[in-house]
Protein backbone atom coordinates (compact mmCIF):
# COMPACT_ATOMS: atom_id res chain seq x y z
CA UNK A 1 0.00 0.00 0.00
CA UNK A 2 1.21 3.32 -0.92
CA UNK A 3 1.94 5.82 1.94
CA UNK A 4 -1.13 8.93 1.61
CA UNK A 5 1.06 11.75 1.52
CA UNK A 6 -2.24 14.03 2.32
CA UNK A 7 -3.33 11.96 5.18
CA UNK A 8 -2.11 14.85 7.95
CA UNK A 9 -3.81 18.21 8.89
CA UNK A 10 -2.80 20.90 5.97
CA UNK A 11 -3.70 23.80 8.33
CA UNK A 12 -2.09 25.31 11.28
CA UNK A 13 -4.21 25.84 14.51
CA UNK A 14 -3.56 29.72 14.83
CA UNK A 15 -4.23 30.49 11.28
CA UNK A 16 -7.90 28.95 10.58
CA UNK A 17 -9.53 27.33 13.89
CA UNK A 18 -12.80 26.17 12.61
CA UNK A 19 -10.98 23.89 9.17
CA UNK A 20 -7.97 22.67 11.96
CA UNK A 21 -10.62 21.16 14.13
CA UNK A 22 -12.52 19.71 10.88
CA UNK A 23 -9.57 18.01 9.74
CA UNK A 24 -8.44 16.66 13.02
CA UNK A 25 -11.66 14.91 13.91
CA UNK A 26 -12.23 13.52 9.94
CA UNK A 27 -8.31 12.90 9.79
CA UNK A 28 -7.70 11.00 13.22
CA UNK A 29 -11.01 9.34 12.86
CA UNK A 30 -13.14 10.62 15.25
CA UNK A 31 -16.77 11.08 13.96
CA UNK A 32 -17.85 11.73 10.18
CA UNK A 33 -20.42 12.78 8.67
CA UNK A 34 -23.70 10.43 7.11
CA UNK A 35 -26.09 11.02 4.74
CA UNK A 36 -28.84 12.35 6.92
CA UNK A 37 -28.28 15.80 7.07
CA UNK A 38 -26.87 17.28 10.70
CA UNK A 39 -26.06 13.54 12.41
CA UNK A 40 -23.00 12.24 12.69
CA UNK A 41 -20.94 8.22 12.80
CA UNK A 42 -18.97 8.17 15.97
CA UNK A 43 -16.36 5.97 14.97
CA UNK A 44 -14.40 3.94 17.12
CA UNK A 45 -11.42 6.20 17.95
CA UNK A 46 -13.90 8.70 19.21
CA UNK A 47 -15.99 6.33 20.80
CA UNK A 48 -13.53 4.86 23.19
CA UNK A 49 -13.13 8.33 24.97
CA UNK A 50 -16.65 8.09 24.89
CA UNK A 51 -16.35 4.86 26.64
CA UNK A 52 -13.62 6.00 29.15
CA UNK A 53 -15.64 9.21 29.76
CA UNK A 54 -18.78 6.91 30.32
CA UNK A 55 -16.82 4.24 32.97
CA UNK A 56 -15.75 7.47 34.79
CA UNK A 57 -19.04 8.77 35.90
CA UNK A 58 -20.63 5.51 35.59
CA UNK A 59 -18.24 4.51 38.67
CA UNK A 60 -18.97 7.91 40.47
CA UNK A 61 -23.17 8.03 40.26
CA UNK A 62 -23.30 4.29 41.92
CA UNK A 63 -20.80 5.15 44.68
CA UNK A 64 -23.46 7.74 45.70
CA UNK A 65 -26.39 5.11 45.26
CA UNK A 66 -27.34 5.89 41.92
CA UNK A 67 -28.62 3.24 39.40
CA UNK A 68 -29.19 3.12 35.84
CA UNK A 69 -32.36 2.74 33.95
CA UNK A 70 -33.86 3.26 30.55
CA UNK A 71 -37.16 5.01 29.12
CA UNK A 72 -38.98 5.35 25.45
CA UNK A 73 -37.22 7.68 22.80
CA UNK A 74 -40.43 8.49 21.98
CA UNK A 75 -42.52 11.02 24.15
CA UNK A 76 -46.30 11.99 24.05
CA UNK A 77 -47.32 15.09 22.75
CA UNK A 78 -49.54 15.71 25.74
CA UNK A 79 -46.47 15.18 28.30
CA UNK A 80 -44.11 17.69 26.79
CA UNK A 81 -46.88 20.55 27.08
CA UNK A 82 -47.72 19.78 30.67
CA UNK A 83 -44.99 21.51 31.57
CA UNK A 84 -45.26 25.18 30.56
CA UNK A 85 -41.68 26.83 30.34
CA UNK A 86 -40.08 22.93 29.50
CA UNK A 87 -42.52 22.89 26.17
CA UNK A 88 -41.82 26.38 25.15
CA UNK A 89 -38.13 25.48 25.55
CA UNK A 90 -37.89 22.67 23.52
CA UNK A 91 -40.72 22.44 20.89
CA UNK A 92 -38.76 24.68 18.44
CA UNK A 93 -36.20 21.92 18.76
CA UNK A 94 -38.33 18.74 18.73
CA UNK A 95 -38.25 16.28 15.85
CA UNK A 96 -42.24 14.85 15.61
CA UNK A 97 -43.00 11.40 15.04
CA UNK A 98 -46.79 11.64 13.34
CA UNK A 99 -47.06 8.10 11.70
CA UNK A 100 -46.67 4.01 12.41
CA UNK A 101 -46.43 2.48 9.43
CA UNK A 102 -49.52 3.60 7.04
CA UNK A 103 -51.31 5.28 9.91
CA UNK A 104 -51.53 8.80 11.22
CA UNK A 105 -51.21 8.97 14.59
CA UNK A 106 -54.01 10.24 17.62
CA UNK A 107 -51.03 12.13 19.34
CA UNK A 108 -47.98 13.24 17.58
CA UNK A 109 -44.43 12.02 19.70
CA UNK A 110 -41.82 13.99 19.98
CA UNK A 111 -37.87 11.81 19.45
CA UNK A 112 -36.36 12.54 22.83
CA UNK A 113 -35.02 16.25 23.01
CA UNK A 114 -34.26 15.68 26.98
CA UNK A 115 -36.35 12.71 29.08
CA UNK A 116 -37.78 14.77 32.04
CA UNK A 117 -41.40 14.12 31.05
CA UNK A 118 -41.61 10.54 29.69
CA UNK A 119 -39.74 9.57 33.01
CA UNK A 120 -41.49 11.34 35.42
CA UNK A 121 -45.02 9.61 34.63
CA UNK A 122 -43.65 7.15 35.80
CA UNK A 123 -41.86 8.54 38.79
CA UNK A 124 -45.60 9.71 39.41
CA UNK A 125 -46.63 5.80 40.04
CA UNK A 126 -43.87 4.75 41.73
CA UNK A 127 -42.98 6.99 44.33
CA UNK A 128 -45.97 7.19 47.07
CA UNK A 129 -44.06 7.26 50.15
CA UNK A 130 -41.13 8.80 52.04
CA UNK A 131 -39.81 5.20 52.02
CA UNK A 132 -39.31 5.46 48.43
CA UNK A 133 -36.88 8.89 48.03
CA UNK A 134 -34.83 9.62 47.69
CA UNK A 135 -34.94 8.04 43.93
CA UNK A 136 -31.41 8.13 42.14
CA UNK A 137 -31.67 7.25 38.66
CA UNK A 138 -29.57 7.68 35.31
CA UNK A 139 -30.02 7.49 31.89
CA UNK A 140 -27.20 6.78 28.84
CA UNK A 141 -28.44 7.61 26.06
CA UNK A 142 -29.05 9.74 22.70
CA UNK A 143 -31.36 12.81 22.43
CA UNK A 144 -32.60 14.85 19.38
CA UNK A 145 -32.67 17.82 18.43
CA UNK A 146 -33.52 20.04 15.72
CA UNK A 147 -30.13 22.08 15.05
CA UNK A 148 -30.75 24.86 12.39
CA UNK A 149 -26.91 26.03 12.43
CA UNK A 150 -23.62 24.43 10.45
CA UNK A 151 -23.05 20.85 11.85
CA UNK A 152 -20.00 21.10 13.79
CA UNK A 153 -19.15 17.51 15.10
CA UNK A 154 -19.13 16.45 18.38
CA UNK A 155 -20.23 20.21 19.21
CA UNK A 156 -23.36 20.76 17.02
CA UNK A 157 -25.29 17.85 15.88
CA UNK A 158 -29.25 17.03 15.57
CA UNK A 159 -28.24 13.87 17.80
CA UNK A 160 -25.77 13.48 20.39
CA UNK A 161 -24.89 10.98 23.29
CA UNK A 162 -25.11 11.84 26.86
CA UNK A 163 -25.93 10.88 30.34
CA UNK A 164 -29.21 12.58 31.91
CA UNK A 165 -29.73 12.28 35.91
CA UNK A 166 -33.18 12.40 37.08
CA UNK A 167 -33.55 12.57 41.17
CA UNK A 168 -36.66 12.82 43.37
CA UNK A 169 -36.20 14.24 47.11
CA UNK A 170 -38.61 15.14 50.13
CA UNK A 171 -36.75 18.52 50.84
CA UNK A 172 -35.50 21.35 49.01
CA UNK A 173 -32.03 21.18 50.66
CA UNK A 174 -31.70 17.59 49.59
CA UNK A 175 -32.35 18.51 46.29
CA UNK A 176 -29.80 21.25 46.55
CA UNK A 177 -26.96 18.92 48.11
CA UNK A 178 -27.72 16.47 44.73
CA UNK A 179 -27.18 19.63 42.06
CA UNK A 180 -24.13 20.71 43.73
CA UNK A 181 -22.27 16.91 44.62
CA UNK A 182 -23.11 16.29 40.66
CA UNK A 183 -21.46 19.66 39.57
CA UNK A 184 -18.65 18.51 41.33
CA UNK A 185 -18.49 15.36 39.81
CA UNK A 186 -18.10 16.47 36.45
CA UNK A 187 -15.87 19.27 37.80
CA UNK A 188 -13.41 16.14 38.55
CA UNK A 189 -14.16 14.53 35.28
CA UNK A 190 -13.05 17.26 33.19
CA UNK A 191 -9.82 17.92 35.61
CA UNK A 192 -9.24 14.44 36.33
CA UNK A 193 -9.45 12.46 33.27
CA UNK A 194 -9.56 15.52 30.35
CA UNK A 195 -6.99 17.92 32.13
CA UNK A 196 -9.36 20.19 31.34
CA UNK A 197 -10.18 23.57 34.07
CA UNK A 198 -13.25 24.30 34.32
CA UNK A 199 -15.50 27.51 36.34
CA UNK A 200 -18.74 26.52 38.60
CA UNK A 201 -21.17 28.68 38.60
CA UNK A 202 -24.60 29.64 38.55
CA UNK A 203 -26.75 30.72 35.60
CA UNK A 204 -29.22 33.79 35.17
CA UNK A 205 -32.44 33.56 34.91
CA UNK A 206 -32.50 34.00 30.97
CA UNK A 207 -29.94 30.89 30.98
CA UNK A 208 -31.49 28.70 32.99
CA UNK A 209 -32.98 24.94 31.92
CA UNK A 210 -36.59 25.67 30.78
CA UNK A 211 -38.94 24.53 33.62
CA UNK A 212 -35.86 24.60 36.39
CA UNK A 213 -35.66 26.34 39.57
CA UNK A 214 -32.08 27.05 39.28
CA UNK A 215 -29.51 25.98 36.95
CA UNK A 216 -25.70 25.10 37.54
CA UNK A 217 -23.06 24.74 35.16
CA UNK A 218 -19.54 24.21 34.67
CA UNK A 219 -17.78 26.02 31.81
CA UNK A 220 -14.45 26.07 29.90
CA UNK A 221 -12.25 28.74 27.69
CA UNK A 222 -11.19 27.35 24.41
CA UNK A 223 -7.99 28.21 22.81
CA UNK A 224 -9.93 30.33 20.25
CA UNK A 225 -11.36 32.63 22.86
CA UNK A 226 -14.90 31.59 23.27
CA UNK A 227 -16.47 29.28 25.83
CA UNK A 228 -18.14 26.05 26.25
CA UNK A 229 -20.33 25.13 28.73
CA UNK A 230 -19.14 21.69 29.33
CA UNK A 231 -22.28 20.78 31.87
CA UNK A 232 -25.46 21.39 33.72
CA UNK A 233 -27.18 20.62 36.81
CA UNK A 234 -30.49 21.86 37.70
CA UNK A 235 -32.85 22.28 40.62
CA UNK A 236 -36.17 21.96 39.18
CA UNK A 237 -38.10 22.30 42.42
CA UNK A 238 -41.19 21.28 42.25
CA UNK A 239 -42.77 22.72 38.87
CA UNK A 240 -42.46 18.72 37.33
CA UNK A 241 -44.08 17.14 40.37
CA UNK A 242 -47.18 19.69 40.23
CA UNK A 243 -47.55 19.00 37.02
CA UNK A 244 -47.02 15.18 36.94
CA UNK A 245 -48.37 14.60 40.01
CA UNK A 246 -45.31 13.36 42.17
CA UNK A 247 -46.47 13.17 45.44
CA UNK A 248 -45.50 11.18 48.29
CA UNK A 249 -46.67 10.74 51.91
CA UNK A 250 -44.10 12.14 54.40
CA UNK A 251 -43.51 11.40 57.98
CA UNK A 252 -46.27 13.81 59.09
CA UNK A 253 -48.59 11.44 56.87
CA UNK A 254 -49.21 14.98 55.16
CA UNK A 255 -49.24 14.39 51.41
CA UNK A 256 -45.99 16.92 49.49
CA UNK A 257 -45.45 17.73 46.39
CA UNK A 258 -41.45 15.87 45.36
CA UNK A 259 -38.52 17.87 44.97
CA UNK A 260 -36.12 17.07 41.49
CA UNK A 261 -32.71 17.81 39.64
CA UNK A 262 -31.89 16.54 36.76
CA UNK A 263 -28.12 16.96 35.20
CA UNK A 264 -25.97 16.11 32.18
CA UNK A 265 -22.55 15.70 30.25
CA UNK A 266 -22.86 14.60 26.94
CA UNK A 267 -20.04 14.13 23.58
CA UNK A 268 -19.37 17.76 23.35
CA UNK A 269 -16.63 17.20 25.80
CA UNK A 270 -15.38 15.39 23.34
CA UNK A 271 -14.96 18.66 21.08
CA UNK A 272 -13.81 20.46 24.32
CA UNK A 273 -11.03 17.47 24.32
CA UNK A 274 -10.03 18.31 20.70
CA UNK A 275 -9.49 22.25 21.00
CA UNK A 276 -7.79 22.61 24.42
CA UNK A 277 -5.05 19.61 23.80
CA UNK A 278 -5.20 19.61 20.15
CA UNK A 279 -1.84 20.98 17.57
CA UNK A 280 -0.73 21.01 14.20
CA UNK A 281 0.08 17.50 14.24
CA UNK A 282 -3.06 15.94 15.87
CA UNK A 283 -5.05 14.82 18.99
CA UNK A 284 -3.47 14.64 21.78
CA UNK A 285 -5.05 12.50 24.18
CA UNK A 286 -4.72 13.16 27.88
CA UNK A 287 -3.20 9.15 28.91
CA UNK A 288 -6.15 8.64 31.28
CA UNK A 289 -8.17 8.70 28.52
CA UNK A 290 -6.04 6.82 25.82
CA UNK A 291 -7.19 3.97 25.28
CA UNK A 292 -3.75 2.52 23.95
CA UNK A 293 -0.98 5.00 26.46
CA UNK A 294 1.84 3.68 24.26
CA UNK A 295 3.04 2.60 20.66
CA UNK A 296 6.49 0.87 19.80
CA UNK A 297 7.68 1.23 16.79
CA UNK A 298 10.92 -0.71 15.31
CA UNK A 299 13.14 1.46 13.26
CA UNK A 300 13.51 -1.20 10.01
CA UNK A 301 16.84 -1.89 8.28
CA UNK A 302 17.01 -4.24 5.78
CA UNK A 303 19.64 -6.13 7.15
CA UNK A 304 18.63 -5.76 10.98
CA UNK A 305 15.15 -6.36 10.75
CA UNK A 306 14.54 -9.32 12.16
CA UNK A 307 16.53 -8.77 15.19
CA UNK A 308 15.12 -5.43 15.44
CA UNK A 309 11.49 -6.62 15.33
CA UNK A 310 12.25 -9.39 17.97
CA UNK A 311 13.16 -7.10 20.28
CA UNK A 312 10.80 -4.55 19.84
CA UNK A 313 7.81 -6.81 20.22
CA UNK A 314 9.38 -8.20 23.18
CA UNK A 315 9.80 -4.86 24.53
CA UNK A 316 6.02 -4.36 23.71
CA UNK A 317 5.15 -7.53 25.34
CA UNK A 318 6.80 -6.61 28.72
CA UNK A 319 5.18 -2.91 28.61
CA UNK A 320 1.66 -4.71 27.92
CA UNK A 321 2.22 -6.24 31.97
CA UNK A 322 1.50 -2.36 32.87
CA UNK A 323 0.31 -0.38 30.57
CA UNK A 324 -1.42 -0.54 27.16
CA UNK A 325 0.53 -1.00 24.22
CA UNK A 326 0.49 -1.22 20.60
CA UNK A 327 3.09 -2.85 18.52
CA UNK A 328 3.30 -1.09 14.92
CA UNK A 329 4.86 -3.77 13.04
CA UNK A 330 4.01 -2.96 9.74
CA UNK A 331 6.62 -3.42 7.44
CA UNK A 332 4.82 -1.78 4.26
CA UNK A 333 5.25 2.13 6.16
CA UNK A 334 8.06 3.78 6.50
CA UNK A 335 8.75 4.81 10.55
CA UNK A 336 8.54 8.65 9.57
CA UNK A 337 4.60 8.23 8.25
CA UNK A 338 3.82 5.95 11.32
CA UNK A 339 5.16 8.95 13.41
CA UNK A 340 3.12 11.04 11.94
CA UNK A 341 0.11 8.78 11.94
CA UNK A 342 0.43 7.54 15.67
CA UNK A 343 1.02 11.58 16.25
CA UNK A 344 -2.53 12.16 14.69
CA UNK A 345 -4.50 10.38 16.75
CA UNK A 346 -2.91 11.21 19.55
CA UNK A 347 -1.13 8.18 21.33
CA UNK A 348 0.35 9.53 24.52
CA UNK A 349 3.97 7.90 24.11
CA UNK A 350 6.08 6.72 21.16
CA UNK A 351 8.81 4.40 21.66
CA UNK A 352 11.21 3.64 19.29
CA UNK A 353 13.93 0.75 18.73
CA UNK A 354 16.20 0.88 16.06
CA UNK A 355 19.52 -1.61 15.89
CA UNK A 356 21.90 1.22 17.18
CA UNK A 357 19.11 0.94 20.51
CA UNK A 358 19.53 -2.65 20.89
CA UNK A 359 23.23 -2.12 21.10
CA UNK A 360 22.92 0.12 23.76
CA UNK A 361 20.39 -1.46 25.64
CA UNK A 362 17.93 1.52 25.34
CA UNK A 363 14.45 2.74 23.69
CA UNK A 364 13.68 6.29 22.59
CA UNK A 365 10.50 7.58 24.48
CA UNK A 366 9.00 10.12 22.68
CA UNK A 367 6.03 12.40 24.20
CA UNK A 368 2.98 13.03 21.88
CA UNK A 369 2.24 16.49 23.83
CA UNK A 370 5.76 18.08 24.45
CA UNK A 371 7.89 15.76 21.53
CA UNK A 372 10.35 15.57 24.31
CA UNK A 373 12.44 12.71 23.63
CA UNK A 374 14.16 10.42 26.44
CA UNK A 375 16.95 7.36 26.18
CA UNK A 376 16.04 5.28 28.60
CA UNK A 377 17.43 1.63 29.42
CA UNK A 378 15.34 -1.68 28.67
CA UNK A 379 15.47 -2.88 31.87
CA UNK A 380 13.94 0.81 33.72
CA UNK A 381 11.37 1.32 30.75
CA UNK A 382 8.22 -0.29 32.21
CA UNK A 383 8.76 2.09 35.11
CA UNK A 384 9.53 5.51 33.12
CA UNK A 385 6.80 4.74 30.98
CA UNK A 386 4.32 4.43 33.72
CA UNK A 387 5.43 7.56 35.60
CA UNK A 388 6.12 9.58 32.10
CA UNK A 389 2.14 9.25 31.57
CA UNK A 390 1.12 10.08 34.94
CA UNK A 391 3.81 13.05 34.67
CA UNK A 392 1.95 14.10 31.14
CA UNK A 393 -1.21 13.78 32.71
CA UNK A 394 -0.57 16.70 35.43
CA UNK A 395 1.38 18.55 33.12
CA UNK A 396 -1.58 19.21 30.21
CA UNK A 397 -3.62 20.08 33.19
CA UNK A 398 -1.16 22.49 34.23
CA UNK A 399 -0.65 23.78 31.25
CA UNK A 400 -4.71 24.34 30.43
CA UNK A 401 -4.96 25.84 33.73
CA UNK A 402 -2.09 28.25 32.68
CA UNK A 403 -3.94 28.87 29.45
CA UNK A 404 -7.11 29.70 31.72
CA UNK A 405 -5.45 31.81 33.94
CA UNK A 406 -3.66 33.70 30.71
CA UNK A 407 -7.28 34.51 29.27
CA UNK A 408 -9.30 35.73 31.70
CA UNK A 409 -9.65 39.18 32.51
CA UNK A 410 -11.18 41.50 35.33
CA UNK A 411 -12.27 44.62 33.84
CA UNK A 412 -13.55 47.73 35.56
CA UNK A 413 -14.88 49.96 32.18
CA UNK A 414 -17.10 48.80 29.57
CA UNK A 415 -14.85 50.38 27.05
CA UNK A 416 -12.10 47.72 28.40
CA UNK A 417 -14.86 45.13 28.07
CA UNK A 418 -15.86 46.08 24.76
CA UNK A 419 -11.72 46.07 23.81
CA UNK A 420 -11.02 42.87 25.21
CA UNK A 421 -14.28 41.36 23.39
CA UNK A 422 -12.79 42.70 19.77
CA UNK A 423 -9.37 41.42 20.23
CA UNK A 424 -8.47 38.42 22.85
CA UNK A 425 -11.72 37.60 23.82
CA UNK A 426 -11.32 34.76 26.32
CA UNK A 427 -13.72 34.89 29.69
CA UNK A 428 -14.19 38.27 31.18
CA UNK A 429 -15.01 39.37 35.06
CA UNK A 430 -17.22 42.09 35.55
CA UNK A 431 -19.82 43.46 37.72
CA UNK A 432 -23.90 43.03 36.84
CA UNK A 433 -26.31 44.71 37.88
CA UNK A 434 -28.84 41.34 37.99
CA UNK A 435 -30.87 43.17 35.12
CA UNK A 436 -31.73 40.31 32.78
CA UNK A 437 -32.26 44.29 30.39
CA UNK A 438 -28.55 44.67 30.81
CA UNK A 439 -27.83 40.98 30.13
CA UNK A 440 -29.28 41.63 26.80
CA UNK A 441 -27.70 44.74 26.01
CA UNK A 442 -24.14 43.68 26.64
CA UNK A 443 -24.92 40.70 23.94
CA UNK A 444 -26.34 42.63 21.58
CA UNK A 445 -23.03 44.86 22.16
CA UNK A 446 -20.28 42.81 22.60
CA UNK A 447 -21.70 39.20 21.26
CA UNK A 448 -20.53 38.04 24.89
CA UNK A 449 -22.98 36.14 27.30
CA UNK A 450 -22.98 35.94 30.44
CA UNK A 451 -21.70 32.36 31.23
CA UNK A 452 -22.10 31.85 34.78
CA UNK A 453 -22.13 33.93 38.34
CA UNK A 454 -19.57 31.68 40.31
CA UNK A 455 -20.52 29.87 43.55
CA UNK A 456 -17.37 31.42 45.22
CA UNK A 457 -16.76 34.93 45.04
CA UNK A 458 -19.79 35.83 42.87
CA UNK A 459 -20.83 38.20 44.51
CA UNK A 460 -21.25 41.80 43.40
CA UNK A 461 -19.28 45.22 44.92
CA UNK A 462 -19.34 48.24 43.18
CA UNK A 463 -21.15 49.50 39.79
CA UNK A 464 -22.54 47.39 37.05
CA UNK A 465 -20.17 47.56 33.97
CA UNK A 466 -22.89 48.44 31.40
CA UNK A 467 -25.39 50.79 33.11
CA UNK A 468 -23.18 51.70 36.58
CA UNK A 469 -26.49 50.74 38.96
CA UNK A 470 -25.22 49.06 41.92
CA UNK A 471 -23.66 45.72 41.10
CA UNK A 472 -25.09 42.31 42.64
CA UNK A 473 -22.93 40.32 41.24
CA UNK A 474 -19.58 39.50 39.91
CA UNK A 475 -19.96 37.37 36.84
CA UNK A 476 -18.49 35.68 33.83
CA UNK A 477 -18.41 36.99 30.20
CA UNK A 478 -17.35 35.34 27.04
CA UNK A 479 -18.39 34.64 23.37
CA UNK A 480 -19.98 31.18 23.43
CA UNK A 481 -20.13 28.20 21.48
Known amino acids: ?113 TSETIMYDSYSKWIKSWRDLPLLLNVWCSVFRYETKTTKLFLRTREFLWQEGHTVHATREEAD ?20 PVIQGLKTDRER ?18 ALQMGTSHNLGQNFSKAFGIKFIDKDEKEKFAWQTSWGVSTRLIGALIMVHGDDKGLVLPPKLAETKAVVVPILFEDSKKKVLAASRKIAEKLSKDIAVHFDDRENYSAGWKFNEWELVGIPL ?36 SAELEKMQKDMLSSAR ?29 QWCGSEDCEIKIQEETTATLRCIPLNKGKGSGKCVRCSKKSQHRAYFAKSY
Request: glycine residues 6%; negative net charge; contains cysteine.
Open 177 to 196: VEVRQQLDTYKDLCETLLAI
Open 350 to 385: RIELGPKDIEKKQAVVVRRDTGTKSFVKLSELNKFA
Open 1 to 113: MAEDQTAGITVKKDDDFGEWYNQLVLKAELADFTAIKGFMAIRPNGYSIWEKIQAYLDARFKETGHRNSYFPALIPEKFLTKEAQHIEGFAPEAFWVTQEGENDLEERLALRP
Open 402 to 430: KFLKDNTHEVKSYNEFKKLMGSSRGFIIA
Open 209 to 226: FAGALTTTSIEAIMPDGK
